[in-house]
């Protein structure tokens, strides 16, 4: 029987007193997990102890409070440049010791002091370093013409965020040459180095790149495995855009925002600008049955993007994908391969500490995705991966660039060569 | 006046109760946050109630094995840049139960706080969460 009206009125009354009672309760002591979180820590008090500031923008188990510490490294100028190369002196993995946030903090920072700009040109050169990506967009900041033979080269790196980086810096400096040398990165087979390079052409006042940006729309819902870096990199695109036009497009996935960005973009330049309509992935690798894949990220070597089905193993991002063919009398041996990565990924496997590069990998009938730090990959992993590089190298040939790539980019996460 | 309160809300929860909502960081991230602005109702209106949103899983502390915090960000990888503080929800597991970090996207069901914590002068973020679970 439905209550009367009136009774139903006055119990949501009722219920709507005793929510705003508890919220204001709850908002003063957000639960007892609030406490829990909260557990005091300490943060230097002597502005001047940098080492001590250092530790803490490493090591603090809070992130905000390694943030606030790194800012203060960075605000610290040259004075903390000695307590910088002290923590990296003292620690085996060198500058790989350092957070992050610090790099970030440093490179982000105003100074031009000689002991600032040499440590990020260290940084920059080391092809070892987690974070040269970061620190090479901290010289580009600084438009200093002495690292433009580091920019140029940087135009044509195997990471994608050290080319958006290297394009930072010739962007900075200026001239038709610079800007027709980045111009060529918005061909760029990376979909993300192109969406970054017309963002900062955007930034510096170039329109050049603007149909790359709305063009970033397209691609908004284009994830790999589960990483949704199509919506970022729209993200990024429709702040750069929203910069230029002194307004906020908003990069939710709206369609008639999308669409207004558009027009706006259009009206801007004069020139048509591509659909925003979301387009698919080029290549469809979606069989649960027969599906799998691994990412691996590299902010040294460059990232790389595998999938596969029974008949095709696909490298790259949306329309850069390269597809090869695994051949009919290759397929019965390929399937026998898949299935013995099912039985790989089923164990138990340490992920390692993972810090910047990474090697995620699934395939169909596992539940669980695995995530690798360098040299954690089982023995039998490792020797699955070099296997799949020669079944491309099979179907490609000996000159593979594909086959090449895999070869080179996989041994980094096999297990040292003792522990085999 | 909690424990009354609690009751009657229990009491009528027929009339309230619903799935959780769920959010993403399209909305959560969707403004430029300052330190000490009045954030906008968008999110606000999330406060103290029960939400699902899907990430992935860091460890805020960088160490491994289970833990009984985890920040939830919009990024395998975090390598383009460290996240700014409304891209991060910082979770929290029940009391005396720890969670290992998933390397694929998690859904995580709990009931959100909105607004600045600080400790130390410092805001240490502006979304925190109170897991209920973690699904796929």
Known sequence: ???????????????????????ADGFAQRGDRAARRSAPSSTAQDPEDWPDVVEKANNHRRYALRRAAANRLAKGGAAAVPAIRAFVAKDDAGANALDLLVVEAVAHSDSAEPAVVELLAEWARDRDFYWRAQALSGLARRKLTDFEPLFVAATDDPSHLYRAAGAEGLVGLGGPERLDRVTALLR?????????????????????????????????????????????????????????????????????????????????????????????????????????????????????????????????LSESTQVVTIPPQQRAVWADHRAALQEI????????????????????????????????????????????????????GPESVLAAQLATRTPQFAPPSDAR | MKTLSLAMVLGFLPVLSGDPTEIGFGTLAGFDYEEGMELPSDVTTYDSTTVKISGFMRREDGGDGPTEYFMLINDACGCDGTPKLNEIVYCTMPSGEGVEIESDVVSVTGTIYVGEESEDGVVLGIYFLDVDSIGK
Do not use: Y
């Not at chain 1, 949501?12 to 007193?17: C, D, Q």
């Not at chain 1, 390079?197 to 397209?218: I, K, N």
């Open chain 1, 188 to 316: 760029d087979p990376d979909p993300r180095t192109r969406v970054r390079v017309a963002c900062t052409l955007a930034e510096a006042g170039h329109d050049r790149g603007f149909e790359e940006l709305v063009r970033a729309a397209q691609r908004r819902d284009h994830e790999f495995m589960g990483d949704p870096w199509g919506g970022r990199d729209l993200e990024l695109a429709a702040k750069a855009l929203g910069e230029v036009a002194d307004t906020k497009f908003e990069w939710r996935r709206d369609a008639a925002e999308l669409e207004r960005m558009r027009k706006w973009a259009a009206t801007h330049t004069g020139r048509a600008m591509p659909d925003v309509a979301p387009v698919a992935e080029p290549v469809s690798i979606t069989d649960p049955a027969t599906t799998g894949g691994f990412e691996i990220r590299s902010c040294r070597n460059g990232d790389l993007f595998v999938r596969w089905d029974a008949t095709r193993i696909a490298f790259g």
């Open chain 1, 345 to 396: 990924l089923g164990a138990e496997m340490p992920r390692g500490r993972i810090v910047c590069d990474f090697l995620r990998i699934g395939a169909a009938g596992v539940e669980n995705r695995s995530k690798l730090a360098p040299g954690n990959a089982p023995a039998v992993l490792a020797d699955w991966l070099n296997a799949t590089a020669a079944f491309v190298e099979e179907s490609e």
């Open chain 1, 1 to 23: 029987m439905r209550p009367h009206p009136a009774t139903a009125l006055a119990t949501a009354l009722t219920a709507l007193l005793a929510v705003a009672a508890l919220a």
